[in-house]
């Protein structure tokens, strides 16, 4: 049976609400099987169907104390954890109102995990080798800089002087890229015939991708998450995405970023899913990451980011008020 696309899309629209950062812990994946057979959808795609979930310790970039070892000990993965998990507890109050203020959550809201990936990888980047990012270009250090600077120097004058992040509009780990952050790290992926739907819990964006084989929309159409096109490569979904808004950044991207997603089911409860950002103009190189996506029950609850958030209200009601007394 075909499935119209506006019940495809209903089926990932969360029905469950909840207050900000409440997500349901996901369990560790067990080892791959080797020999799984990966299960599929009635129209014949690999079933990527589910809520996953991307939560880690283990950092984007290899930390200097580990230059050069890709792989930890299992005592230097749990002393790296401890450390960890000591130095971002948002309960402790050791560093006055300023450092509460920015700490926003504490440990309740928080969904950061208590392990790093299976393998006890240094680093989610694997590729380049040194499991760092390649340096920014020229130019994109200096758009980087420009932005930094107008920003602090036009803080409150409008909504624009805040981040996309305050704003409600986008996360770097919402993305795409997805990736693991503090809390709110869970996905849902459902599937139909022609097209794969990934809801992710961060700003609760939905991804609609085809897999017809169209192209994608011309060079003057962009947005925040670009414009996805997907295919299957064996049981490996790839999914490619250009178009990218300019006012999207990841990590120093800019609008040239192409992005290349893959998800490839190991097991019943682990989905691999590595991306590539290819991005000339803003690195001196492509680069790669590689993230386990873990079973959990889910559901997925809405980030209801707007709903009752008057920080913007109040900080610009604020900065208006500072200026008459001025």
């Known amino acids: ?39 599929r959808t009635p129209d014949g795609q690999p079933d990527l169907q589910g809520v996953w979930a991307s939560t880690t310790l283990t950092p984007l970039e290899r930390p200097a104390e580990f230059a050069g070892k890709e792989f930890l000990t299992e005592q230097e993965a749990a002393d790296f954890v401890k450390r960890t998990l000591q130095q971002v507890n948002s309960d402790r109050r050791d560093g006055g109102p300023q450092t509460d203020v920015n700490r926003s959550y504490n440990e309740f809201w928080r969904d950061r ?35 930094r600077a107008w920003m602090e120097e036009h803080p409150t004058d409008g909504p624009e002087g805040r981040s996309l992040a305050e704003r409600c509009i986008s996360w770097a ?27 992710n819990e961060m700003i609760h964006d939905v991804r609609l991708i085809p897999l017809d084989g169209r192209p994608h929309v011309g060079p003057n159409v962009r947005g925040w998450m670009g414009d996805s096109r997907g295919h299957w490569e064996g049981d490996t979904l790839v999914v490619d995405t250009t178009n990218f808004i300019s006012e999207y950044s990841f990590r120093g991207s800019d609008s040239n970023m192409h992005l290349t997603e893959r ?58 008020a500072a200026e008459k007394k001025k």
């Open 1 to 39: 049976m075909r499935v119209p696309l506006p019940a495809l899309v209903a089926l990932v629209v969360p029905l469950h609400l909840a207050a900000q950062g409440l997500t349901v812990t996901a369990k560790p994946a067990t080892t791959v099987s080797k020999s799984w057979n990966s299960q």
């Open 113 to 147: 995990g208590n392990n790093l990936v299976a393998d006890r990888r240094s680093s989610l980047i694997v590729d380049p080798p040194d499991g760092r990012m390649p340096p920014l270009t020229p130019a994109a250090q200096k758009r980087v800089e420009e932005r």
């Open 173 to 199: 780990t919402a993305g795409p890229p997805m990736m693991p952050g503090p809390y709110n790290n869970e996905m849902q992926i459902v599937q139909g015939p022609g097209y794969v739907v990934i809801l």
């Open 263 to 320: 998800f490839q089911r190991l097991s019943p409860d682990m989905i691999q899913y590595e991306f590539t950002i290819d991005d000339p103009t803003a690195f001196t190189k492509p680069w790669t990451a590689r993230i386990p996506l873990n079973k959990t029950a889910g559901p997925v609850y809405e980030y209801a980011c707007h709903e009752g958030n008057y920080a913007l209200t109040d900080i610009l009601a604020g900065a208006r």
